[in-house]
Nanobody, 118 residues
Framework: QVQLVESGGGLVQAGGSRRLSCAAS????????MGWYRQTPGNQREWVSD???????KYADSVKGRFTISRDNTKNTVYLQMNSLKPEDTAVYYCNAQIISWKAGNYWGQGTQVTVSA
């Protein structure tokens, strides 16, 4: 059974930094694109960033220049380094991965709360 587990959320002051991690485990044969989404109450889940298996990265305009996504394929882990955080970055952050397994598909983590205080 495939699982994604996020960590690194918490409370941070505006202008500060935070690093999120997401580790995939289980019967994994390979992982294609991994990414991060975020969601605030009453709103749809919003794409933040993703990275291909080959390391090609994309970012939403709202985080470009402040967030950096990376991955360690040996650990099946994706990271999101968040710098210059703003109160509007406050959200639950979800990890997503396209995993090749006995049941291939799109997998989600349970989410980790990031709160940025003004």
């Amino acid at each position: 059974q495939v699982q994604l587990v996020e960590s690194g959320g918490g409370l941070v002051q505006a202008g500060g930094s935070r690093r999120l991690s997401c580790a995939a485990s289980g019967n994994i044969f390979g992982i294609n694109t991994m990414g991060w989404y975020r969601q605030t109450p009453g709103n749809q889940r919003e794409w933040v960033s993703d990275i291909t298996a080959g390391g090609i990265t994309k970012y939403a305009d709202s985080v470009k220049g402040r967030f950096t996504i990376s991955r360690d394929n040996t650990k099946n882990t994706v990271y999101l380094q968040m710098n210059s955080l703003k109160p509007e970055d406050t959200a639950v952050y979800y990890c997503n991965a396209q995993i090749i397994s006995w049941k291939a598909g799109n997998y989600w983590g349970q989410g980790t709360q990031v709160t940025v205080s003004a």
